[in-house]
């Protein structure tokens, strides 16, 4: 009897934030099929025996997406319920589409459990919210990681620089420097508060903040690495009248730095 999968969005990363339906999936898998963004607190839940890493490998290798589907497959076939575990919602920038797509071609029975998308969370831990009455009507999601296999970007920088609203960028931190050239040439203001907020909700969250002229040197002033979070926008500049008053994840190092302030 063929097994269930289940495609199940971990959220931002803090164990709190799992749906209710995540963990009590992780506790009745009998594997887990993960990659790193889940974060070490939420992988440090399911049994070493149960997990299975599909996600980047010692030494920069990674496991092919291919790999992964057919593991899924094979497990499902030998009856197993399977949880493919991903960071933030699985149908956000998680490659959950394709798996979700190569499960029905194989006739494997699947189910999508949604999670709390990072795109929101990482700006709003951060004390940033992706829109605002005076500032922002429309967010647009981005991904600074697009197939390379693509003759040219799908993304046209211009058109979301025209409409004024929120960008959030996703796994974009070593493609910030042409992005953000990318959305001056095309016109929008240099002054445009930009926020970058690594590892949202992890215990070392940190939070680098600039203008589209001066986030490049405030990411590599404070070493802002992946995962991370990019927020360009006014919303970005909500996050300076918030910060002494907010409470919960990380701490404000990274921002003591005069290059990350922006200033």
């Given at each position: 009897?063929?097994?269930?999968?289940?495609?199940?969005?971990?959220?931002?990363?803090?164990?709190?934030?799992?749906?209710?339906?995540?963990?009590?999936l992780?506790?009745e898998?009998?594997?887990?099929l993960?990659?790193?963004?889940?974060?070490?607190?939420?992988?440090?839940?399911?049994?070493?025996?149960?997990?299975?890493?599909?996600g980047?490998?010692?030494g920069?290798?990674?496991?092919?997406?291919?790999?992964?589907?057919?593991?899924?497959?094979?497990?499902?076939?030998?009856?197993?319920?399977?949880?493919?575990?991903k960071?933030?919602?699985?149908?956000?920038?998680?490659?959950?589409g394709?798996?979700?797509?190569?499960?029905?071609?194989?006739?494997?029975?699947?189910?999508?459990?949604?999670?709390?998308?990072?795109?929101?969370a990482?700006?709003?831990?951060?004390?940033?919210?992706?829109?605002?009455?005076?500032?922002?009507?429309?967010?647009?999601?981005?991904?600074?990681?697009?197939?390379?296999?693509?003759?040219?970007?799908?993304?046209?920088?211009?058109?979301?620089?025209?409409?004024?609203?929120?960008?959030?960028?996703?796994?974009?931190?070593?493609?910030?420097?042409?992005?953000?050239?990318?959305?001056?040439?095309?016109?929008?203001?240099t002054?445009?508060?930009?926020?970058?907020?690594?590892?949202?909700?992890?215990?070392?969250?940190?939070?680098?903040?600039?203008?589209?002229?001066?986030?490049?040197?405030?990411?590599?002033?404070?070493?802002?690495?992946?995962?991370?979070?990019t927020?360009?926008?006014?919303?970005?500049?909500e996050?300076?009248?918030?910060?002494?008053?907010?409470?919960?994840?990380?701490?404000?190092?990274?921002?003591?730095?005069?290059?990350?302030?922006?200033?």
């Amino acid at each position: 009897m063929t097994g269930t999968v289940y495609l199940v969005g971990s959220g931002p990363g803090d164990p709190d934030l799992l749906t209710v339906k995540a963990r009590r999936l992780l506790d009745e898998a009998d594997v887990v099929l993960h990659d790193k963004l889940p974060g070490p607190e939420i992988l440090g839940l399911i049994p070493e025996e149960k997990r299975e890493d599909v996600g980047k490998r010692a030494g920069g290798d990674r496991t092919p997406q291919s790999v992964t589907n057919e593991r899924l497959v094979e497990l499902a076939h030998e009856g197993k319920t399977v949880v493919r575990l991903k960071g933030g919602d699985p149908f956000v920038f998680g490659r959950g589409g394709e798996e979700a797509a190569y499960l029905a071609a194989h006739e494997v029975p699947f189910e999508v459990v949604p999670g709390v998308t990072s795109a929101i969370a990482g700006p709003a831990v951060a004390g940033i919210p992706v829109t605002h009455r005076d500032h922002a009507s429309s967010v647009s999601f981005v991904t600074g990681h697009e197939d390379p296999t693509k003759d040219e970007s799908a993304i046209d920088w211009e058109a979301l620089a025209a409409t004024g609203g929120t960008i959030v960028v996703l796994m974009g931190v070593g493609k910030l420097p042409d992005y953000t050239a990318a959305l001056r040439e095309a016109g929008m203001d240099t002054d445009t508060p930009v926020a970058l907020v690594e590892r949202a909700t992890w215990p070392d969250q940190r939070v680098a903040t600039g203008t589209l002229d001066t986030i490049v040197e405030a990411r590599d002033e404070a070493g802002i690495e992946p995962p991370a979070i990019t927020v360009i926008g006014d919303v970005a500049g909500e996050r300076d009248e918030l910060a002494e008053f907010l409470r919960g994840y990380g701490s404000d190092e990274a921002e003591n730095s005069e290059a990350v302030s922006g200033e």
